[in-house]
């Protein structure tokens, strides 16, 4: 049997750590870049979810201006009505139809979708998006919508549905 002396090869020995070092440090760049490259898709993801929302804000306004012109049509109709000489309107079902549609706006004013948004804020991954100008762009867009409800919420009355009873909906 033959026993192998105990000097130390350190050339050797240095080499392996050398090479374990490198393989470790290889491996954690590349975690560190697959982690990089999958944050940057789920950002991409994330915005791409928020136009969509962003776009279907922008057709649910269009409707609120289309309404908006309506009312606008009615309170002409009306005010014809109360400034004529006579108060005698052609049609009394219309033109309480067009008193109450005119005045009838605070109750129905657009929401936008908040779905990403709050998802985002609620996972703690709304620092997904990089670019701080736009994450305050998009915050804004979301707080002045909440101020703009809250602001509705304490001025509501029972208006509308006093309306609704004198008008039934179609």
Not at 67 to 91: G, H, N, Y
Request: proline content about 5%; glycine content about 4%; overall charge neutral.
């Amino acid at each position: 049997m033959r026993w192998r002396s105990p000097h130390l090869n350190w050339r050797y020995a240095i080499g392996e750590l050398v090479l374990i070092t490198a393989g470790v440090m290889i491996a954690l760049a590349a975690n560190q870049w697959n982690n990089s490259r999958l944050e940057r898709a789920e950002e991409r993801a994330s915005l791409q979810r928020l136009l969509a929302d962003l776009e279907t804000d922008g057709a649910s306004i269009d409707t609120g201006l289309a309404i908006l012109a309506d009312k606008d049509l009615r309170l002409r109709r009306v005010q014809r009505v109360l400034m004529a000489p006579t108060f005698e309107p052609q049609s009394p079902a219309a033109f309480l139809e067009d008193v109450a549609a005119s005045s009838n706006y605070g109750w129905n004013q657009h929401r936008p979708l908040r779905t990403t948004f709050d998802e985002l804020v609620g996972s703690g991954r709304f620092d997904l998006i990089r670019n701080p100008e736009l994450r305050a762009q998009i915050s804004g867009y979301y707080a002045l919508d909440d101020q703009t409800h809250e602001r509705i919420r304490q001025r509501q009355t029972q208006y509308p549905n006093l309306t609704y009873e004198l008008v039934p909906r179609a």
